[in-house]
């Protein structure tokens, strides 16, 4: 694999590391003579916090080595819709946005908030990217998002020493995975630790059964909401996911305990020091929290496998990911669209893929980039799945549905959690939200 500028990327990230930063102010190369955007600010805001944010910064900070540009992350938590809107009218717009949802971006685009990809930036994503990368990141056949930071939300991820003193193996199909599950409980742990807190988490489980359950077309058409949450294929996931979340025995401290449980927490009770559940489903994502919170090695103390089929259907593979944006009433959107130029290419994935927690849809990327076997694993899955991924359904509803605490989707699945008795009922209410959200 051709390695463009490797060794001018090898400079940069040593400037990179011998900088103070860690996303809370600006920074700058040391050393460093005039260059390109010496002199430039350029802002970005994100959902990220803690070890996320840390990342993206030596990210960011490789970039400033590059081209001598300052650079400001500005967290917005998951408000980030609200934020980047209320910095708009305010006269304060960020140069750049990490999106965390095609929705949102969709919104945007539509609001006459983003400015298109410039031309070198749609090559470069032409030539490094799967083209549903390229259609989650267009509204109205104009680009305008670049997908950064991809994740692979098909992975359950165990601890060993469990499954040895259940005597169980990683299960090959949805429904031995309850099994699995009641085995480790059987031993002395519940099965899962449910993030139910967040609502977030709760979809993802709806879309790994719905897309095995329903196949690749239904689960496009529900996305796109050209068919109504109460059709068949909907209550049929429903109940199936109805069946985990019923078992006080699959689920930790059942409906009531996981709906106090956030997803930080939902990790700890499986990778912690004192146990309380055997697997947590969710991205690959979770391993950067098992590393870096609890010490943990990934591929020995943690591992995953994949979600598994539901009755005869398909292995899914859902994503999410983060797209660059470049904002119009940034105050340097030409800086910023230098940043994605630069986003856009393997060498600016390679400075986190070594920190961990990040997987790249760049097809250029050099596997080996990736720090340890499981994420290089994880990562190859998500390249080869191609065109075949299907990004998280939610994130591509408007954030009214599928985007907001408290509201739509996230808080029906969370009822749903508490009370799981009738799906049918739930998929009413599903209808109903969706079809205010997408009218509006």
């Given at each position: 694999m051709m390695r463009p500028r490797i060794s001018l990327i090898g400079c940069s990230l040593a400037l990179a590391l011998g900088a103070t930063a860690c996303g809370g102010g600006p920074t700058t190369p040391a050393g460093e003579g005039k260059k390109e955007l010496s002199g430039q600010t350029v802002t970005v805001a994100g959902v990220w916090t803690g070890t996320e944010q840390k990342n993206f910064q030596k990210v960011l900070d490789a970039f400033s080595a590059e081209t001598g540009a300052k650079t400001e992350f500005v967290s917005t938590g998951d408000s980030l819709s609200t934020v980047v809107g209320s910095k708009i009218e305010g006269g304060d717009a960020p140069d750049v946005v990490m999106v965390p949802q095609v929705g949102v971006l969709k919104q945007f685009?539509?609001?006459?908030?983003?400015?298109?990809?410039?031309?070198?930036?749609?090559?470069?994503?032409?030539?490094?990217?799967?083209?549903?990368?390229?259609?989650?990141?267009?509204?109205?056949?104009?680009?305008?998002?670049?997908?950064?930071?991809?994740?692979?939300?098909?992975?359950?991820?165990?601890?060993?020493?469990?499954?040895?003193?259940?005597?169980?193996?990683?299960?090959?199909?949805?429904?031995?995975?309850?099994?699995?599950?009641?085995?480790?409980?059987?031993?002395?742990?519940?099965?899962?630790?449910?993030?139910g807190e967040d609502g977030w988490t709760l979809t993802d489980w709806f879309e790994n059964i719905y897309l095995s359950q329903a196949g690749p077309e239904r689960y496009d058409s529900l996305a796109a909401h050209e068919i109504p949450w109460t059709d068949d294929t909907v209550v049929k996931a429903l109940t199936t996911l109805g069946e985990l979340f019923a078992d006080k025995e699959l689920v930790a401290g059942g409906g009531s305990g996981a709906l106090r449980t956030d997803f930080p927490t939902s990790i700890e009770k499986v990778f912690g020091s004192d146990p309380e559940a055997g697997m947590v489903y969710e991205g690959d994502f979770v391993g950067a929290v098992a590393k870096e919170q609890h010490g943990k090695k990934i591929g020995e103390d943690a591992l995953f496998f994949p979600f598994p089929a539901v009755e005869g259907g398909g292995a899914p593979v859902v994503s999410g990911g983060d797209a660059a944006v470049v904002l119009k009433d940034g105050r340097n959107k030409k800086a910023g669209m230098k940043l994605l130029e630069y986003l856009a290419t393997p060498e600016a994935a390679e400075v986190w893929a070594a920190e961990g927690g990040f997987l790249s849809p760049n097809t250029r990327l050099d596997m080996s980039s990736y720090g340890d076997d499981t994420a290089r694993a994880t990562a190859e899955s998500l390249i080869e799945a191609g065109d075949s991924v299907r990004f998280d359904m939610s994130d591509q509803a408007p954030a009214a549905f599928g985007g907001t605490k408290g509201v739509g989707e996230w808080k029906i699945l969370q009822d749903f959690l508490r009370d799981p008795s009738d799906p049918k009922a739930t998929a009413v209410r599903l209808e109903a939200a969706a079809a205010k959200a997408y009218k509006g």
């Open positions: 685009a539509e609001s006459g908030w983003l400015e298109p990809l410039s031309a070198k930036t749609r090559k470069e994503a032409a030539t490094n990217f799967a083209e549903v990368w390229q259609e989650y990141g267009t509204v109205d056949d104009t680009l305008y998002g670049l997908y950064f930071k991809a994740a692979h939300k098909s992975t359950v991820w165990y601890a060993p020493d469990t499954f040895e003193q259940a005597g169980v193996e990683p299960p090959k199909s949805y429904e031995e995975m309850l099994e699995t599950g009641r085995t480790v409980a059987d031993s002395g742990l519940p099965a899962f630790a449910v993030a």
